[in-house]
């Protein structure tokens, strides 16, 4: 919980910070109001501060949880070890939990010295480190790719939907050189509230899929395929334009996104339940 002790003017401006404060701590500071345990001022110097730590080479957004219902995820690529563990040690001091994704063994060595609960998903290229799992929602998520190639980006997603408290059902290598394998699972598949179709070649899947099921489908394009592929391009290309209905399309190889957002979703039907 996010205590009125915790704040501080620790910096020349004199303004105040705060650790961090996700919206369960916003509503429980407003309940404290109502029963006139604290004032109205004392509630605005709390609402009122930079929601930011400026770190020099980062400003970490101590006001994303509150925002989004999750803090601020680290994409470790293009960053240094230290920078990472930095950005990692201020995260985890607001809300005692940290998500990094695309990292490398070195970051991973690093983090494990910082930290003593890290989790390093090695194929889904990220780390997790938490005090405890949040609470899963009712419903899962399910999580389909075309080929084994297709795998770091696919455990990506499960990855982030899982750390952000989701439900999540894997089905792997059931891309439509062999749809029979697909079939085998469709009852996993039809369950699930929203479905993530990984897939690179000619990126077929996610509209085979979605012609299947009564779900929203996010379709990933991954970077797999011959030199025709140009990358992922043709993958893209081929989601962006399926006839199937229900299909929206992440970027090419951005599992974190399409597991961010089928959290989203999920979090919005396990609500109305």
Not at 146 to 173: F, H, I
Request: aromatic share 6%; net charge positive; glycine share 10%.
């Amino acid at each position: 919980m996010c205590d009125l002790e915790d704040f501080s003017r620790d910096r020349a401006d004199g303004q105040w910070h705060f650790p961090g404060m996700t919206t369960s701590e916003a509503v429980a500071l407003l309940e404290k109001y109502r029963a006139g345990e604290i004032t109205a001022d004392e509630v605005l110097r709390v609402f009122r501060v930079a929601p930011y730590i400026d770190l020099g080479f980062a400003r970490v957004d101590t006001h994303r949880a509150l925002r989004k219902g999750f803090p601020e995820v680290v994409f470790g690529s293009g960053k240094t070890p230290g920078q990472v563990v930095a950005i990692a040690r201020r995260i985890w001091k607001n809300s005692g939990r940290v998500l990094v994704t695309r990292v490398t063994a070195s970051h991973a060595r690093a983090m494990r010295k910082a930290f003593k609960r890290v989790v390093h998903h090695e194929i889904a290229r990220c780390i997790v480190v938490e005090s405890a799992p949040l609470p899963k929602l009712e419903g899962t998520i399910a999580v389909l790719c075309a080929g084994t190639s297709d795998l770091p980006v696919a455990e990506e997603a499960a990855v982030t939907a899982e750390v952000m408290g989701n439900r999540v059902e894997r089905v792997y290598d059931v891309g439509v050189a062999g749809l029979h394998r697909l079939f085998g699972h469709l009852d996993v598949i039809t369950k699930a509230n929203v479905v993530i179709a990984v897939a690179g070649m000619e990126g077929a899947l996610p509209s085979v899929v979605a012609g299947l099921v009564s779900r929203p489908v996010i379709a990933v394009p991954t970077s797999v395929g011959y030199g025709a592929s140009f990358g992922g391009i043709a993958a893209l290309l081929t989601m962006l334009n399926s006839c199937a209905s229900g299909v929206t399309v992440v970027n090419i190889d951005n599992g974190f996104g399409a597991g961010y957002a089928a959290s989203q979703i999920n979090s919005l039907a396990a609500m109305k339940k």
